[in-house]
Antibody
Framework: QEQLVQSGAEVKKPGASVKISCKASGYTFTSYYMHWVRQVPGQGPEWMGIISSSAGTTSYAQKFQGRITMARDTSTSTVYMELSSLRSEDTALYYC??????????????WGQGTLVTVSS | DIQMTQSPSSLSASVGDRVSITCRASHPITTYLNWYQQKPGKAPKFLIYAASSLQSGVPSRFSGSGSGTDFTLTISSLQPEDFATYYCQQSYNTPYTFGQGTKLEI
């Protein structure tokens, strides 16, 4: 079945960087865009950016510009998201999510299981 | 950025009830509106796309409606497994934005 499996929880100090992986299986990796979304517990999800799994081109939310880097490895069907200059407000669950496009509309399905990133001194 | 506002933020209901959740966009988004269900400790699960089209496998008690700026998710007869948090999300343009959620409680 189509699934996304993310790397495990991380604990980081303020100012550090974190890199999360998301391995896709059960579908043609290069046929879909992948997104990263984060969620602070108790709040709505927040879109962070998108990567083309085939071309590797990216687009990031303005809020994260300069601190975020997304990359993909087509040989392992894996996407990565690195967030730098971490601060306590970055403590959240981070999800990768595949974008399904039909005609002019799109949605996120499936989602990874989430990676908890805790930023604490 | 397009802001998505859901109401209510929480809703108490009982098994068998009919409930509706509203989502309002700050800018017209035609029908580029999706709904997700999230249970504690789990990733969001995709339910409805294009405002009113059910994802395969989603029970027919779920329905969506609306266009422009105002949208509604309705559950016709609540089942125990429906108690969760529901989010709307616009796919009209990036940054894709989500509502703050509606927690459906017993």
């Amino acid at each position: 079945q189509e699934q996304l499996v993310q790397s495990g929880a991380e604990v980081k100090k303020p100012g550090a960087s974190v890199k999360i992986s998301c391995k896709a299986s059960g579908y043609t990796f290069t046929s879909y865009y992948m997104h990263w979304v984060r969620q602070v517990p108790g709040q709505g999800p927040e879109w962070m950016g998108i990567i083309s799994s085939s071309a590797g081109t990216t687009s990031y939310a303005q809020k994260f510009q300069g601190r975020i880097t997304m990359a993909r490895d087509t040989s392992t069907s894996t996407v990565y998201m690195e967030l730098s200059s971490l601060r306590s407000e970055d403590t959240a669950l981070y999800y990768c999510a595949r974008e399904v496009v039909v005609g002019a509309t799109s949605w996120f399905d499936p989602w990874g299981q989430g990676t908890l990133v805790t930023v604490s001194s | 950025d397009i802001q998505m506002t859901q109401s209510p933020s929480s809703l108490s209901a009982s098994v068998g009830d009919r409930v509706s959740i509203t989502c309002r966009a700050s800018h017209p988004i035609t029908t580029y509106l999706n709904w997700y269900q999230q249970k504690p400790g789990k990733a969001p699960k995709f339910l409805i796309y294009a405002a009113s089209s059910l994802q395969s496998g989603v029970p027919s008690r779920f329905s969506g409606s609306g266009s422009g700026t105002d949208f509604t998710l309705t559950i016709s007869s609540l089942q125990p497994e429906d108690f969760a948090t529901y989010y709307c999300q616009q796919s009209y343009n990036t940054p894709y934005t989500f509502g703050q959620g509606t927690k459906l409680e017993i």
